[in-house]
């Protein structure tokens, strides 16, 4: 029984962890909750992460809005997967498509199949058989829940957006919701005694804010979390070493893509995300291995079009808290920890570790097992992710830099190790618990860069090898009538969500 509930829960930090997590828990929650949100004007947003993943859209499900007016406001496009140019080896190029590549044959997943199929001579590329991919190439796009009577899923999509139109849009939703927006710098915090709680923050105004509930969403710095209780961080440049971006929009250029690109440099990568009314540009790289301005130069000598504002530097450390929960102070964004934008999880960590809260929700007790719990479920998630983001470096040919050669040379986490290994050995691909990323996601990536198993799963010579090729060519055929009469992605933006 909850004798003691919390009642008032102060945001620290605005932007579109801020403003996600003001949203979420005034919609589900706000009826018992007298929830805060404390920013300032004066500190910017850092805002590059543009592009998100499916479950995005369990967030506009919860919140209750509609897909077509979000987009409208954010200058959205649709997401159906992320290409790869120049990973595994230069001139490479694949994609990690959403939803499914081919269908389940009895027991087994479609790619055993695939494998089989190729060991015997078979020319087809894996993602032949990925309606996404092959919708994204072709820049078409309608919703599509089914592939007609063959049993195979439709497109699965995502969103591009301006984060910095995201968070206002959200603050919007929130305020409707009475969450209180107070402007103002905050000085520091004032801790209780004698167990170190967070009692309230001091403002640069003279005004102290009080709460039950902390959560720290105040960007690298980690003003509550860091600054105030010194939790801690667990640095891992030893295996994903690029310390810096630099983000650029530029001017848009036709056609309009529905995929996210990341191309790979002598020195980290670059990331290019469509929008309705731009493009968001962002090259990811190692202090250690090229400088600022020669950074710089690679990225504005490969934009599109003309930029369209100054170049922003960005510095961060890759790695975690050493507690995302630490006495009554929860930090989210990048509070809680940084990695790379390469596979677009950013909001998805925010949204987990809202539901999370959520879902482990305490009382003024604060109970200890119930915020040990949280730290374990948040730290697997993180490091599960931190493990797929490695993979794309780990599992590089090339040999045209010393970046790349230390990449594939260095030592890996050994959950990563136990996950390549054994798809070489033996083509499985083992998903532990709730880790994010499917075993589909896994293949793509193994496969795009080059890590080929040695075997296929026995059951799959049921089929005989006129019977597999049977079996592919009809997928194919299926996905590429299905795409043929989808409309162009820009159509389906200037008719549905136009901004």
Not at 101 to 115: A, D
Not at 468 to 475: I, N, S
């Given at each position: ?5 919390i009642?008032?829960v ?48 369990l ?30 080896r ?10 499914d ?15 089989k199929n ?18 994204a190439?072709a ?15 439709g497109l ?14 959200l ?11 107070t ?9 209780r ?34 600054d ?5 961080y ?8 690029c ?40 090259y ?13 130069s ?7 079009g ?11 450390t ?7 929960w ?7 964004g ?6 790379e ?18 879902r482990?929700?305490p ?16 730290n697997?998630e993180?490091?599960?992710?931190r493990?797929f ?16 050669i ?25 998903r ?23 075997r296929h ?9 006129e ?12 996905i ?6 989808l ?13």
């Open positions: 029984m909850n004798n003691d509930p009642k008032k102060v945001i620290v930090g605005g932007g579109t962890a801020g403003w996600v997590t003001a949203a979420v828990l005034s919609k589900t929650m706000g009826h018992a909750l007298d929830i805060e949100l404390v920013e300032s004007d004066e500190i910017g947003i850092v805002g590059v992460g543009e592009a998100t993943i499916p479950q995005i859209r967030l506009l499900g919860v919140l209750g809005l509609d897909e077509n007016d979000f987009m409208r406001h954010i200058n959205g496009t649709i997401k159906l997967g992320i290409q790869f140019n120049d990973w595994g230069i001139g490479d190029s694949y994609m990690h498509a959403f939803g590549v081919g269908r389940s044959l009895g027991m087994l997943p479609f790619y055993p199949y695939w494998l190729r060991a015997a001579g078979g020319s087809s590329d894996l993602w032949d058989y990925s309606l996404n991919y092959q919708a190439i820049n078409r796009y309608a919703h599509l829940q089914r592939l007609g009577d063959t049993g195979m899923a699965v999509h995502a969103y591009h957006f301006d984060a910095n139109l995201v968070a206002g849009y603050r919007q939703y929130a305020e409707k919701l009475g969450v209180k927006r402007e103002g710098m905050i000085v520091d915090a004032n801790l005694s004698p167990d170190g709680f967070i009692e309230s923050l001091n403002m640069a105004s003279g005004e102290q804010i009080q709460g039950d509930l902390f959560i720290d969403c105040s960007g690298f710095r980690g003003l509550l979390i860091e105030a209780l010194h939790t801690g667990e640095d891992w440049t030893h295996w994903l070493p310390n810096r971006a630099i983000a650029v929009p530029c001017e848009s250029v036709e056609p309009l893509q529905p995929y996210t690109q990341s191309s790979a440099h002598k020195v980290g990568w670059q990331w290019r995300i469509p929008l309705q009314n731009r493009i968001g540009n962002g990811v790289y190692s202090s250690d291995y090229i400088s600022d301005d020669e950074a710089l690679v990225l504005m000598n490969n934009l599109d003309e930029a369209l504002a100054e170049p922003r530097f960005l510095k961060f890759p790695g975690r808290r050493k507690k995302f630490n006495k009554n102070c929860v930090a989210l990048l509070a809680s920890g940084f990695m934008p390469l596979e677009s999880t950013a909001i998805h960590l925010v949204q987990s570790s809202i539901d999370r809260l959520i482990m929700f009382d003024k007790g604060f109970s200890q097992v119930n915020i040990d719990e949280y730290n374990r479920q948040s697997f993180f490091e599960r992710i493990d983001i490695i993979l794309h470096y780990k599992a590089n040919e090339r040999t045209d830099s010393q970046f790349w230390d990449r594939r040379e260095m030592s890996v986490p050994e959950t990563l190790t136990r996950k390549i290994d054994l798809f070489r050995e033996s083509g499985q691909i083992h532990d618990a709730e880790e994010l990323f499917t075993e589909v996601a896994w293949l793509q990536v193994l496969i795009g860069q080059h890590v080929i198993p040695n799963h026995p059951m799959a010579d049921q089929l005989t090898a019977q597999a090729e049977q079996f592919l060519g009809h997928l194919s055929q299926v590429g009538k299905a795409v043929g009469e409309p162009l992605h820009r159509d389906f933006i200037n008719k549905n969500c136009a901004a």
